[in-house]
């Protein structure tokens, strides 16, 4: 618990000074707040009543012009009670401004750390992790702690000196009366430190179902093609109920148990106050205890009496701030991806790529994804990897980028094994079309600048019309300033790809003139029909020598360009050389092309023949 609560104050280094204002206007507006009841006090013994000699009474009068002015002017006595709490009300506005201006810089800081930490996260803390509850810790998570930094942690320190400031005065006026007037303290400070647990405990249930809920609501929008298209809508509604019904119970959980401490509190702080009335009308009658001062108690009692029972809400709040702060330590507590302090800064390389005895598991205790990969792969050279599905090509591509590290063996670029190599500057080298190419929600001008945002128009022309999308963007409403939908859903998926491929052929390392040393193209023509594939291969073909290519395919028809094929099976190199070579030897990359050019050979079949007749 103690960890938590340091957790949270760890959070407000850097605008304590802010806090610390804050508190010292709010003890000025405390010691005002007091001052104001003593003037009707003073007014009562000592005008009105006229039978007391206190200092408590006397001075305020003597400051006010004296008894008899003040019984005289009784306006005047308003006049300074308007004027206290005026004061009052000023620095409890400095208070607040102070407070929020804090907390507003507090949060916005964390949410920029807690934004920063996941980009550098590696690939496989996202393996694991769900988006929905990511994004339930960076809103919702966030919210609360700003609820309490903003509202309650300056409100700590207001109900203890609106208990403590006036307690001076009221052992001045009375002891006995004082020691009745604090008796309920203790129980209500003992609740409310077995509420906070109770609290925190069922909050921190609360917030992981909300992220579950979070998760389905961000799975289903997300798949909501899928869940059309395979008639699962009442599945996902039954699923979503599940999950929100599971938050609600626990969300009304919190609410009974914050019922249970009002109640309860609402009573414990009403029967001191009868606690109070009654000792002091007993001692008003013995005139033990003056009527002004009899004023006094009331009034200050029921001024600490209610910070103290918003202890209860504070000590929720907090709960729920530490519970909210532990989940944010654990994404800021894992480690990113991190490169040694020596790592080497690579600027124009060349471009040739070797794998040695490379293994890599997804699964640490499943079967590796590569075994004992090795292979070399000259500079500005193009080369290509088919295999069945799973054979690991797309893997070796996320190893090339460092999204993952290999269990074994060792990659290099120009000779440099990349875990020497600095990160940033390697994947600026790789111009990459993923396999299911992304695009972000903007216009497709902006999705081109991705990597190279000064792009000449007259480049960004060039490439669209090599990845064969220009006419295609010219023909869209807006043309270039078309706005995309999430992910790229307003395209098809040829068009997507397309796109992604002149993003990637626009691309240059900042401030160079060349593009990246290596492209790698993953199926990132799988979506398009073969009279646009053989057009785009043939720009592409006249590109050759540019820079370094790796293609990954599983229609052979896209592989025709390159030096050299790579042939995987299960992680492991089974052949390689280029078409020709492997098309005489037996082997997988021959049953392959044969079975891919047999069907289009009996489909070309009738009619040839239908035109001959």
């Keep these: 618990m103690f960890d938590s609560i340091r957790e949270v104050w760890a959070l407000t280094r850097g605008s304590r000074t802010y806090y610390a204002a804050a508190i010292a206007a709010m003890v000025v507006a405390s010691c005002f707040l007091y001052l104001a009841p003593l003037i009707p006090q003073a007014v009562i013994d000592g005008v009105l009543l006229?039978?007391?000699?206190?200092?408590?009474?006397t001075v305020p009068l003597a400051l006010l012009g004296g008894a008899e002015y003040v019984?005289?002017?009784?306006?005047?006595?308003?006049?300074?009670?308007?004027?206290?709490?005026?004061?009052?009300?000023?620095?409890?506005?400095?208070?607040?401004?102070?407070?929020a201006m804090a907390s507003e810089a507090i949060v916005r800081a964390l949410r920029d750390r807690i934004f920063d930490h996941l980009q550098r996260l590696p690939l496989r803390y996202f393996d694991r992790a769900q988006t929905g509850d990511l994004i339930q810790r960076c809103t919702s998570d966030v919210e609360t702690i700003r609820v309490f930094l903003a509202n309650h942690v300056v409100e700590i320190g207001r109900s203890l000196i609106m208990f403590a400031v006036p307690l001076p005065v009221m052992f001045a006026l009375h002891p006995q009366m004082t020691w009745l007037s604090i008796l309920g303290m203790p129980a209500i400070v003992l609740f409310s430190t077995v509420f906070f647990l109770k609290v925190r405990s069922a909050f921190e249930e609360a917030d992981e179902a909300e992220g579950a809920m979070t998760t389905t609501i961000q799975e289903?929008?997300?798949?909501?093609?899928?869940?059309?298209?395979?008639?699962?809508?009442?599945?996902?509604?039954?699923?979503?109920?599940?999950?929100?019904?599971?938050?609600?119970?626990?969300?009304?959980?919190?609410?009974?148990l914050m019922a249970l401490y009002w109640s309860a509190s609402d009573l414990m702080t009403f029967v001191q106050k009868a606690v109070v009335v009654g000792a002091g009308v007993y001692w008003v009658s013995m005139g033990e205890l003056a009527v002004g001062a009899f004023f006094y108690f009331l009034t200050a009692v029921n001024m600490f009496m209610y910070p103290l029972r918003q202890m209860g809400r504070i000590v929720a709040d907090l709960g729920k701030a530490t519970v909210a702060a532990g989940r944010l330590r654990e994404i800021l507590d894992h480690p990113i991806e991190s490169d040694p302090t020596d790592a080497t800064q690579?600027?124009?390389?060349?471009?040739?790529?070797?794998?040695?005895?490379?293994?890599?598991?997804?699964?640490p205790e499943g079967p590796p994804t590569l075994d004992d990969l090795s292979f070399e792969i000259p500079a500005r050279s193009t080369v290509a990897f088919i295999g069945a599905s799973g054979a690991g090509k797309t893997t070796l591509i996320s190893l090339l980028l460092r999204l993952y590290e290999p269990d074994e063996g060792t990659i290099r670029l120009d000779g440099h094994d990349l875990a020497t190599l600095d990160r940033e500057s390697l994947r600026l080298q790789l111009a990459v079309v993923m396999q299911r190419p992304f695009l972000y929600s903007r216009s497709v001008e902006d999705n081109l600048l991705l990597g190279r945002r000064d792009a000449p128009r007259e480049e960004l022309l060039e490439a669209t019309r090599i990845a064969d999308v220009h006419t295609t963007i010219e023909g869209f409403d807006h043309g270039y300033d078309t706005t995309i939908g999430e992910g790229g859903v307003t395209l098809s998926g040829g068009q997507r790809q397309r796109v992604a491929l002149a993003r990637a052929l626009l691309q240059r390392p900042p401030g160079g003139a060349e593009p990246p040393a290596v492209l790698v193209l993953d199926d990132a023509l799988s979506a398009v029909d073969t009279s646009t594939e053989a057009a785009i291969l043939e720009q592409l073909r006249q590109r050759r020598g540019r820079q370094t290519t790796l293609?990954?395919?599983?229609?052979?028809?896209?592989?025709?360009?390159?030096?050299?094929?790579?042939?995987?099976?299960?992680?492991?190199?089974?052949?390689?050389?280029?078409?020709?070579?492997?098309?005489?030897?037996?082997g997988p990359y021959a049953e392959l092309w044969r079975s891919q050019s047999e069907p289009a050979l009996a489909e070309a079949a009738p009619a040839g023949s239908r035109e001959a007749s």
């Design 50 to 57: 006229g039978d007391s000699d206190a200092l408590l009474v």
């Design 71 to 99: 019984g005289a002017h009784l306006w005047v006595a308003a006049l300074a009670a308007i004027g206290l709490t005026a004061v009052a009300g000023s620095a409890t506005y400095l208070r607040g401004r102070w407070s």
């Design 220 to 256: 289903n929008l997300t798949g909501i093609r899928v869940v059309r298209a395979f008639g699962r809508r009442d599945h996902e509604e039954e699923r979503f109920a599940g999950r929100n019904s599971t938050h609600r119970a626990l969300d009304y959980r919190l609410y009974r």
């Design 346 to 363: 690579i600027s124009e390389p060349a471009g040739a790529l070797s794998f040695e005895s490379v293994t890599f598991r997804h699964d």
């Design 551 to 586: 293609i990954i395919a599983h229609r052979l028809s896209t592989v025709a360009l390159a030096d050299r094929i790579y042939v995987l099976h299960q992680g492991r190199l089974v052949q390689q050389g280029d078409h020709d070579s492997l098309m005489q030897q037996p």
